[in-house]
């Protein structure tokens, strides 16, 4: 008998071809089942959606083709994994196939049947020399853990219970993680029927490299309990081998723990019963290439997912009343000192569970924020003296301070330092962009566009620049500034810089940090990134001194992004709790009047977002209203935003058009990358639905577009759903 499955392959975004591909087989191919198919002139990599018995209409059996080969040895893809790819694809408006291919380890493209085996069989004998030494579910303090305080305890049992996504809402320092360790315990001592894959936690973080104390203390407490084969991760900056291999115990249920990135929310995990995404704000949940999705609202829809499908297995008959016996739920936890205004804000709508945990671990006090008015100090001071000093007196008595530089990702704002003047938009609540190219001031929001005026257009002042200038000096003025200071022992203080640069050779981060954690280095000057997780226990002042492009950034994200910087950087002092009375968090800014700094001060989170909240209703912004971007590369500027005007013009008629706003084209920021031109498209809708089905009907007049005389040179074109930065 002859069957003909539907696969889904490796097509590019916009190729136009269908989502998925008619094949012919002799075998019923279960959906979900890892297929080789012939496609063109190569053989590539396959999914089965469906499996008929009918052939396609209007295609004789000639005309298809035979699938090549089945991946043997390996359970299909489970129903539930392909509702969240295909959710993934439609929402974030990409093809079936680029999502689910992006989501398999890209090894498993290249192996043969052979290959295969030989990896599967090797991780079975991993698997069973990996298990846990007898008598190790004994408690053991390693494997148990802290006794968890009265916070924890009251998280821990709402978790339980919640009929909701949980946003957990807990200081720095506040135990979090034990949180997320005992929830994960209590999910894999849960038995599964006969037959069916034992539980499985998936623990998300942003950056792995930067949190190696967390994947520690999973590995440190699950290990000795179900075995070195247990926690496995998942993140890009694995060899493709190592991935394949991560990849292939949680699809055949062997790691019971994924700890991953981003990427790791499409793994296979047939078992799964708790998500955790930590530090759910962060922005790097959210992809910036391909399907640009956000990791952890696809987080929030799997475990919807998951759970809806656990609820229909437990009750196999609608007869049977409900309530009776217990749920059994799939469970997403998200993380945060500092939510997102999104999860805030879904939490005070009563769509999430929010939990709190405002007291550190020890009772150490938060540190106290220090505002150092710029305004009066020094003229040309990048470093503050009372800063310098405070610093110079902790370095003396043996303890550290860590120095914060913003990163320049901000688009520059300019401002006049004399009378306060900064570029705003005369037609939006946004501040117009400065573009050094053509020394334009561009609203990104509307598109209004000036030349840069020669002097402040209300006080004369010839000295206009962009806000948060300076950053590159900092470091090397603090060695000089620091050059007389002596430590306890007389040595003189060593300064030590962290970023992005520093760390690119591997091993290179671990290094700096072990110097950072034995106490050699007694100032750490670095970006973002020495803000995230580390828990240096001897750090009693961080330092924020250019925070201030931020606060007037033109992306209406900036000032939530700066106050999850700072008051993590604030968490990162005083976490021990015998210093956490002296510990101080010092911003150096022009505007120490700035709102946000008030509640900064009273580490008042509810407060701020509150606030933001009311503003961003007032502009109708997320999450009040609904955003896409058009983006477009081409090698003119007017290529990319003829495509994209184009494209705005063609909508008009389609499905919800009446419900989006379409706004003019504007240039990136960064408007030129390698020689190529990029411009972008704002969408605004009120509703997600009205967008998600105009962007879908949208699709076609895109692909027609690119066809328009105007839009000669047109390189690609993406949709970002959601963006995060406009
Ligand atoms: P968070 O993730 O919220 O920043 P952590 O989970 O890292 O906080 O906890 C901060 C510190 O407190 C860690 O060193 C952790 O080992 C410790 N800790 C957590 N819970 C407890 C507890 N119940 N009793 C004692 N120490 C704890
Ligand atoms: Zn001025
Ligand atoms: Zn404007």
């Known amino acids: 008998m002859t069957f003909w499955p539907n696969v889904v392959v490796a097509t590019p975004a916009h190729s136009g071809v269908g989502a998925s591909l008619s094949y012919r087989s002799e075998l019923l191919l279960a959906p979900g089942t890892l297929v080789r198919v012939p496609l063109g002139k190569r053989e590539v990599l396959g999914v089965v959606w469906e499996c008929s018995t009918e052939p396609p209409e209007g295609l004789t059996e000639a005309q298809t083709k035979a699938v090549a080969s089945v991946l043997e040895g390996l359970p299909p893809l489970n129903p539930r994994w392909r509702q969240l790819v295909k959710f993934a694809a439609q929402y974030y408006q990409r093809s079936l196939g680029e999502v689910a291919m992006a989501a398999l380890p890209p090894q498993l493209r290249e192996l043969s049947n052979e290959q295969l085996a030989r990896r599967l069989k090797r991780r079975a004998k991993a698997s069973a020399s990996a298990a846990p030494e007898a008598g190790a579910t004994t408690p053991g303090t390693a494997a148990n853990g802290h006794d968890l305080s009265d916070e924890q305890h009251q998280a821990l049992a709402a978790l339980h219970s919640a009929q909701a996504p949980v946003l957990l809402y807990g200081a720095t320092g506040s135990g979090k993680t034990e949180v997320y360790l005992r929830a994960t315990r209590q999910v894999l001592d849960t038995a599964t029927p006969e037959g069916d894959s034992p539980t499985q936690v998936l623990v998300m973080v942003p950056e792995i490299n930067l949190t190696p104390q967390l994947e520690a203390r999973f590995r440190e407490r699950f290990e000795p309990l179900y075995g070195t084969d247990a926690v496995v991760c998942l993140h890009s900056g694995m060899t493709p081998p190592q991935r394949l291999s991560s990849w292939l115990a949680a699809h055949t249920g062997a790691a019971r723990i994924v700890l991953g990135t ?132 902790r370095i003396a008595r043996g303890e550290q301070c860590m120095v914060l530089l913003n990163r320049r990702g901000y688009a520059p704002v300019l401002a006049c330092h004399d009378c306060g003047w900064k570029s705003a938009c005369a037609h939006c609540s946004a501040y117009r962009v400065f573009h050094k190219l053509d020394r334009t001031l561009r609203c990104h929001h509307c598109g209004f566009t000036e030349r840069v005026p020669r002097a402040c257009p209300d006080c004369g002042n010839l000295d206009i620049s962009p806000v948060g200038r300076g950053t590159e000096q900092i470091e090397e003025h603090l060695s000089t500034l620091l050059a007389d200071v002596k430590r306890p022992d007389g040595s003189p203080a060593r300064v030590a810089r962290m970023d992005a640069d520093s760390t690119r050779l591997k091993g290179s981060l671990e290094v700096q940090l072990a110097t950072m954690h034995s106490g050699a280095v007694d100032v750490l000057v670095g970006t973002q990134m020495i803000a995230k997780g580390h828990d240096f226990r001897r750090i009693t002042l961080v330092a924020s001194v250019n925070a201030d492009s931020a606060l007037f950034a033109s992306d209406y994200r900036a000032p939530e992004r700066l106050f999850a910087l700072l008051m993590q950087a604030a968490g990162r002092a005083g976490r021990d709790a015998a210093h956490s009375g002296a510990s101080e968090m010092w911003v150096q800014t022009w505007y120490p009047q700035h709102p946000l700094f008030a509640t900064l001060k009273k580490h008042d989170y509810p407060a701020f977002a509150a606030e933001q909240l009311t503003e961003r209703e007032q502009a109708g912004m997320p999450p009040y209203g609904f955003q896409a971007l058009l983006r477009a590369d081409a090698r003119t500027q007017a290529a990319a935003q003829a495509f994209l005007n184009g494209a705005a013009q063609q909508s008009l008629g389609l499905p919800y058009r009446d419900e989006i706003t379409l706004y003019p084209a504007v240039p990136l920021t960064i408007q030129r990358v390698a020689n ?15 967008l998600q089905r105009f962007l879908s009907a949208w699709q076609a007049v895109l692909l027609d577009c690119r066809s328009l005389p105007e839009a000669r040179g047109l390189i690609r074109f993406a949709v970002d759903v959601d963006p995060l930065a406009i």
């Open 262 to 393: 981003r990427m790791a929310v499409l793994a296979s995990l047939p078992g799964l019963r708790l998500i955790v995404v930590d530090e759910e704000h962060d922005p790097s949940y959210k992809s910036q290439e391909g399907a640009r999705y956000s990791a952890r609202d696809l987080a929030v829809y799997r475990a919807k997912v998951e759970t809806e499908a656990l609820a229909k297995a437990a009750h196999p008959s609608p007869l049977l009343p409900a309530g009776e016996v217990e749920q059994p739920r799939c469970h997403v936890v998200l993380g945060s000192a500092t939510p997102s205004l999104e999860s805030w804000y879904a939490a005070d709508q009563g769509r999430y569970v929010r939990l709190a945990m405002p007291g550190r671990i020890g009772g150490g006090a938060l540190p106290r924020l220090r505002l150092v008015d710029m305004n009066h100090q020094p003229k040309g001071a990048v470093l503050a003296p009372p800063l310098v000093a405070a610093m110079a007196e």
């Open 676 to 690: 190529v031109e990029r411009a972008q498209l704002l969408v605004e809708a009120a509703s997600r639905g009205a």
